[in-house]
């Protein structure tokens, strides 16, 4: 009997730290966000991107940051080069551009330049009607991550006016999540 709790707590251990977040697509969440409102994280990357490519492995990895996001936001993968259709707020997004031969950079997607995606990697924050709130843009730890995730999260945002504000809430923020 003891063999099998010390076992069942193991794998239950496993099963945390290999936490991983669920992502989807950029439809998916919006029609998710019809039935339970919650904010939306749009991971704009490309396929020749290395900092993108450090994003997934060191920061979307984290277990305490993937339970956060898949609580709190529905998670979007967004090839901001890529061919994928998208229909947004009643328009539809394409990349006429796109070469599928093309092994590195591609044109960029209409819906990439409806955001005013300029660099790579960039995160979109949605509020919970599919607002725009804003980019951020390159590669964040967890620790850095977290602060954005739950300043926005929590509505944070619409109080702090100024770089003064933004900089005593990030001074005084609890930073939670482990590295």
């Known amino acids: 009997m003891k063999k099998i709790l010390i076992l069942t707590i193991t794998l239950f251990s496993l099963s945390l730290s290999a936490q991983q977040i669920n992502w989807m697509s950029f439809e998916e969440a919006v029609n998710a966000q019809k039935v339970t409102p919650k904010k939306i994280l749009v991971d704009a990357y490309t396929i020749w ?83 725009f709130i804003t980019p951020l843009t390159g590669y964040r730890t967890p620790n850095q991550l977290e602060l954005y995730l739950k300043m926005f999260k929590n509505d944070d945002y619409k109080n702090l006016k100024t770089q003064e504000e933004f900089n005593a809430y990030s001074s005084n923020f609890k930073y939670e999540f482990k590295e």
């Open 49 to 131: 991107c290395g900092p993108c490519k450090m994003l997934d492995k060191n920061t979307f990895s984290n277990p305490d940051l993937a339970a956060y996001m898949n609580k709190n936001y529905y998670a979007v993968k967004f090839n901001a080069e890529g061919n994928e259709t998208v229909n947004f707020k009643g328009k539809k997004y394409t990349n006429p551009g796109f070469n599928p031969n093309s092994k590195g950079r591609n044109s960029a997607h209409e819906l990439s330049a409806f955001f005013g995606v300029r660099a790579y990697p960039t995160l979109l924050f949605l509020d919970e009607e599919t607002n």
